[in-house]
């Protein structure tokens, strides 16, 4: 199936607009957005329907759009049977994010989840264990926003080194 | 009697911590193995020691000056790590690479797929035990060395291709070499199965261990021999082929019941490892073919010499050594790279281990790693 | 500072006990199987068949107990600094500290990531450290040589016993030590 079609299939069953974004120009992969409150109904049809059978996550991302206030998650998924792609996207609101868990739709979705919320601060209601993966425990912050900012030392250990002349000066 | 019943019966778990300093050489990964005795309840993998924010360096350089930083995702298959970033920003961009350009990223990359798997095949029986042929197999990989070295200056962490095509080219001397490799080597796979293949005591341990279902494999995202080893017939290069694969022929080995051993099942770890020394002659075969094939040209398009890419989004994906690589790239119009995303199979591959481990012992945790081939890098970028 | 003389058993040679302990323990350096990243990979190699690390007398060793030196091969990350700190104060002294490649001497390529500790001697007290990107396997046989010749010169009966004698005049018998 193309993939205007598969977002006419998904508008249809989900009964929302869906967002469309494709270039006439061809450049660039499509897009299909489907609001926060309906993502884990999409992803359910996405998996389950026949004419769709996506049964394979290839990757879930987090991107931090600060100019529209938004942290964007994506699902690039695939069909091994039908061998159809598909990019579906949603967004949440950057203050307080918050989305559904997807991972009793793919399995494979749990440790994306968790490296989302890990460095964007996404949370994931109904993930089995929701917790920092990539960063120690106790580290402050997310380090993938935009507009982070890093501690300057950690436990004792300083972020920097001191510069040369400084060093000279010792 | 009853004495030795009561003791059997006086269960108590104990979590037991292995790494992220072990005796194994897949990195610095982390298990939390709850276990009674020799048998585990569960084995929960944590990872995130080698996390160095590749993703995040992505928007403080160029376009064209990440391409060192990819080497580094994955640092056994950094010919595929470059192609997949190269092939995403070309896209984006619109530039056609020139054919020879084509033909020795395939080179640079089946090199790459050997180089890889000598280090994997020789880990697996290392882990398991037996010294020799991971000393055999590091003895071919330092001709590899040299080769790749005569062709882009570094041993590891090679930084070869560039977006438009490759930096440097090869002249028939080089050829000459990869075609006396290649014919030294294919006949030490033979020696290579004659002496560890069928050995007993891999068998043993690794047949039927920790059988993966085909179903539970693509539900997990494990891709590449992992996958074949189940039963799925999916290779990136036949299936969505890309670059000059469409022009070589190659089989897609995959796993079988009672492929090796009577007792071996389809997806277990036995299985993983027959793929891999199958995969070893498909990309010998892969080499020849090129050789033949490799014709004259450029090296590089034209590309502008600040990459600025309209501001779309792309993802490209290549079979590398391990599976699927998966890179997702954002542009919003600026020299910097807006987010990019690597999608690797070691991240998947650790996450299913939590899944499969109840009921498996600690020596077969050992088996389990080594023939998922979880490297930390991969897992952490 | 050997004296060595033939004599009718044969020979023998005077030298102080520092040197006799020094060449013993430079000649089997053992080294901790450690290496975090693309380092890694080189330090296996160093290893391997051609630039044969075994032939000076080094053998790696899986637990610190039995280390003499710890290889820092590899981008160090804040999650793994204090894992690898546990790992140094399990080794028991003599120990020596290399740190190979740029990201362990200072952060490398990494330097200016969120979680990376841009050196090892930020947290360690290193002995050499070892540029290149990886280095070579001949760069780290360069790098163990000089913990070589740094082991060659430690004094260490010297600073347990020695009390250097006074010595006015030069025709006097040396007294022992």
Redesign the interface.
């Known amino acids: 199936m193309e993939a205007v079609e598969i977002k006419n299939l998904l508008q249809q069953q989900l009964g929302v607009d869906i967002e469309w974004c494709s270039?006439e120009n061809g450049?660039?992969?499509p897009?299909a957005v489907v609001p926060a409150e309906k993502w884990l109904e999409a992803c359910r049809l996405a998996r389950g329907h026949e004419q769709l059978q996506f049964?394979?996550?290839?990757?879930l991302?987090g991107?931090d759009r600060p100019e529209q206030e938004v942290i964007e998650v994506?699902a690039?998924l695939f069909s091994?049977r039908l061998?159809h792609?598909f990019?579906l996207k949603t967004r949440a609101q950057r203050t307080q994010p918050v989305l559904d868990s997807i991972s009793a739709v793919?399995?494979?979705a749990?440790?994306?989840e968790r490296e989302i919320f890990d460095l964007l601060g996404v949370d994931f209601r109904g993930h089995r264990d929701l917790r920092?993966?990539?960063?120690?425990d106790d580290?402050p912050g997310h380090?993938?926003r935009?507009d982070?900012q890093?501690p300057d030392d950690?436990?004792?250990?300083?972020?920097?080194?001191p510069r040369a002349e400084e060093q000279a000066n010792d | 009697m009853t004495e030795l019943v009561r003791i059997a019966e006086n269960r108590q778990e104990l979590v037991l911590n292995m790494g992220p300093h072990h005796p194994s050489t897949h990195g610095v990964l982390r298990f939390l193995v709850h276990t009674d005795g020799e048998v585990m309840s569960r084995a929960v993998p944590e990872?995130?020691y080698l996390?160095r924010?590749l993703?995040?360096m992505a928007?403080s350089v160029n376009w064209a000056g990440y391409m060192p930083f990819t080497d580094r995702v994955n640092y056994l298959e950094a010919m595929f790590t470059n192609q997949v970033y190269a092939m995403a920003v070309e896209?984006?961009l619109?530039v056609e690479v020139p054919e020879r350009a084509e033909f020795l990223r395939v080179i640079a990359c089946e090199l790459n797929r050997l180089a890889n798997h000598f280090i994997t095949l020789g880990c697996i029986t290392m882990d398991l035990g037996a010294f020799t042929p991971f000393v055999y197999l590091l003895r071919e990989r330092e001709t590899i060395n040299d080769l790749i070295e005569s062709l882009c200056g570094n041993r590891v962490t090679h930084n070869y291709m560039r977006i438009g095509g490759v930096a440097h080219d090869v002249d028939d001397d080089w050829l000459r070499h990869l075609e006396k490799f290649l014919d030294h080597f294919e006949p030490l796979i033979e020696e290579f199965r004659a002496l560890i293949v069928g050995n007993e005591i891999l068998v043993r341990r690794m047949a039927p261990v920790a059988v993966i279902c085909a179903e539970d494999a693509?539900?997990?995202?494990l891709v590449g021999p992992n996958l074949r080893a189940s039963g799925?017939d999916?290779d990136v290069r036949r299936?969505l082929p890309y670059s000059a694969y469409p022009q070589v022929e190659f089989s897609v080995p995959l796993g079988r019941d009672g492929q090796g051993d009577a007792q071996s099942i389809a997806g277990d770890c036995y299985q993983r490892f027959l793929v891999r020394v199958e995969e070893v002659r498909q990309s010998c075969r892969i080499l020849r073919q090129c050789l033949q094939k490799l014709p004259a040209g450029d090296i590089k398009a034209k590309v502008p010499k600040l990459i600025k890419p309209?501001a779309?989004?792309?993802?490209a994906?290549v079979e590398g050594a391990r599976g699927?690589i998966?890179c997702?790239v954002?542009s919003d119009g600026g020299p910097k790279p807006?987010?990019v995303?690597w999608?690797t199979s070691s991240?998947?591959a650790?996450?299913i281990i939590e899944?499969i481990s109840p009921g498996l012992m600690i020596a077969d945790l050992v088996a389990v790693i080594a023939t998922l081939d979880v490297i930390a890098p991969e897992t952490?970028r | 500072m050997t004296h060595i003389e033939r004599g009718p058993e044969g020979g023998y040679a005077v030298g102080p006990l520092d040197r006799l302990f020094n060449l013993a323990r430079k000649h089997s350096l053992w080294y901790l199987l450690f290496g975090t990243a693309c380092c890694a990979i080189e330090l296996m190699q160093t290893g391997g068949p051609r630039a044969d690390a075994d032939r000076f007398g080094m053998m790696f060793r899986s637990t610190p107990r039995q280390a003499d030196v710890l290889i820092l091969a590899g981008t160090i990350t804040?999650?793994m600094?204090?894992r690898i700190r546990l790992l140094y104060d399990q080794m028991s002294e003599p120990k020596y500290v290399i740190a190979m490649g740029s990201c362990a001497s200072?952060?490398g390529l990494f330097?200016k990531s969120?979680?990376v500790?841009?050196?090892g001697d930020?947290?360690l007290p290193v002995d050499v450290y070892i540029p290149g990107c990886p280095p070579r396997p001949e760069s780290l046989v360069e790098g163990l040589m000089t913990v070589q010749r740094l082991i060659e010169k430690e004094p260490w009966l010297k600073k347990a016993w020695g009390k250097l004698p006074e010595r006015s005049d030069p025709h006097l018998p040396k007294e022992n030590v």
């Open positions: 270039d450049v660039g992969d897009f049964d394979y996550l290839r990757a991302t991107t994506v690039h091994y061998r792609p990019v793919w399995p494979a749990e440790w994306y920092r993966i990539m960063m120690p580290w380090p993938l935009k982070y890093q950690y436990h004792g250990i300083p972020t920097s080194r | 990872v995130g996390h924010g993703e995040k928007e896209r984006l619109g693509v539900a997990w995202g799925v999916w299936d309209p779309a989004e792309c993802y994906a699927e998966g997702y954002v807006y987010r995303k999608r991240f998947s650790m996450s899944h952490d | 804040y999650k600094a204090s200072t952060g330097q969120y979680s500790v841009n050196g930020l947290f």
